[in-house]
């Protein structure tokens, strides 16, 4: 979750008011303070590469009357490396606190103009109004690509490596672990950098409100929140779906040892509803439905039967049953996130995949139950 105050979970059970604004940054340097956003909309996906995304718009008014439509690549809102620090801020009476959100590239300006007038024979801007679209920080690291085959120059430690290949600051939320290889990266640095957090830190890549990179690990942790329903709770609808159409039960692990050997792992799921097969050697009524991964830095069988055990209990039954969830907004919640979800016929618990927020007093999210 977000850093809050603790008097923001009392605050946000309640009524209370919230307003979106955000800071500009380039390149370090904060240019605008406080700019209100209109018309917000902001995503997240733990599913995803890139996994936030967002839009709005800025209505503007400079005190000096200077139009603030980008033109020029070195205009303040131009997508050439201009940032924004996106906060959430909750009123209730006297109460008042700035949460902050998350920090985006601005990668595109879909309309912008000025509303010009003339005073003393100048021409001045009344007002400016652009419109923004946004995502965060890995957005740019997926445009990377090495110039040349490309390898880990320190295999002392990964996060020192998803450092130097990133070139994000780093929050270090998991134990680090020496790089088992040398192997060749792909092409794509965000690709590398998944696969390093993946096979050796058993994670993946979570952009942080502040803007530096963390890992998120694979494995669910314990639930962090609550969703109570009833008067004060911030639950207003829950629902149900099922699919098995990125349901997996088997995982077969394809790699390379330190002798360019073939090791094959597999791990899967030997009884229940999603077993492979019957204990008779059958096919089960769900059938064998696999997952294939591969990576030159697993380089023994005992990593590979790690990472495919690791591995299967997030493409089996985490993704199994997902319960869309309609709740009051709460700026605190993150993907990935684990939280249970208070129900007449027994509580769930589950993690959070993907949310939805706006300008709204209320907000979507799914959540990823284990059945």
């Known amino acids: ?40 909309r902001f995503n997240e996906d733990g599913s995803a590469t890139v996994q936030q995304s967002g839009s709005c718009r800025i209505v503007w008014s400079d005190t000096f009357g200077e139009a603030m439509a980008p033109r020029e690549i070195t205009d303040a809102f131009a997508p050439f490396g201009a940032q924004l620090r996106i906060y959430s801020n909750v009123t209730a009476g006297p109460f008042s606190e700035r949460i902050q959100f998350g920090t985006f590239e601005i990668t ?7 509303e010009d007038m003339v005073f003393r024979d100048l021409i001045v801007s009344a007002g400016s109004e652009i419109e923004l679209e946004l995502k965060e920080l890995l957005a740019g690291v997926d445009e990377e690509t090495f110039d040349v085959p490309s390898s880990p ?32 990266y792909p092409d794509s640095k965000l690709d590398a950098v998944y696969e390093l957090m993946d096979v050796m830190l058993d ?27 009833g008067d004060g709770g911030q639950l207003i609808k829950v629902g149900q779906k099922m699919s098995a159409d990125q349901v997996r039960n088997r995982v077969v692990v394809r790699a390379t040892s330190g002798q360019q050997k073939a090791v ?15 204990t008779n050697g059958a096919r089960s009524p769900f059938g064998a439905r696999t997952f294939y991964q591969s990576s030159e830095l697993i380089d023994s069988q005992t990593g590979a ?16 049953s997902i319960v869309p969830v309609e709740m009051t907004f ?7 996130d684990v939280v249970v979800i208070q129900r007449l016929r027994g509580n769930l618990i589950g993690r959070v995949r993907t949310i939805a927020r706006s300008g709204r007093a209320r907000m979507s999210l799914t959540v990823e139950v284990s059945p």
């Not at 946000?12 to 390149?27: E, K, R, T, V």
């Open 108 to 114: 595109d300006v879909p309309s912008a103009r000025d």
């Open 1 to 40: 979750m977000r850093f809050s105050t603790e008097l923001l979970a009392g605050v946000l059970s309640g009524s209370f008011d919230h307003y979106w604004s955000a800071d500009l940054i380039y390149n370090g340097e904060r240019r605008l303070q406080d700019v209100p956003l209109t018309e917000p």
């Open 305 to 320: 039967q790690a990472w495919a055990d690791a591995t299967l209990p997030t493409v089996s039954t985490l993704k199994a």
């Open 203 to 229: 994670s993946v890549p979570h952009m942080t409100a502040d803007g530096a990179l963390s890992a998120r690990p694979n494995a669910r942790p314990l639930p962090v929140h609550t969703l109570r329903r």
């Open 153 to 184: 120059s320190d295999l002392g430690s990964t996060w020192s490596e998803v450092g130097r290949v990133s070139g994000l600051q780093l929050a270090r939320t998991v134990e680090d672990r020496p790089i088992t290889r040398s192997i060749m």
């Open 264 to 278: 094959i792992a597999i791990a899967e799921i030997t009884e229940g509803p999603l077993r492979v097969r019957e």
């Open 330 to 336: 709460d700026p605190r919640l993150e993907r990935g």
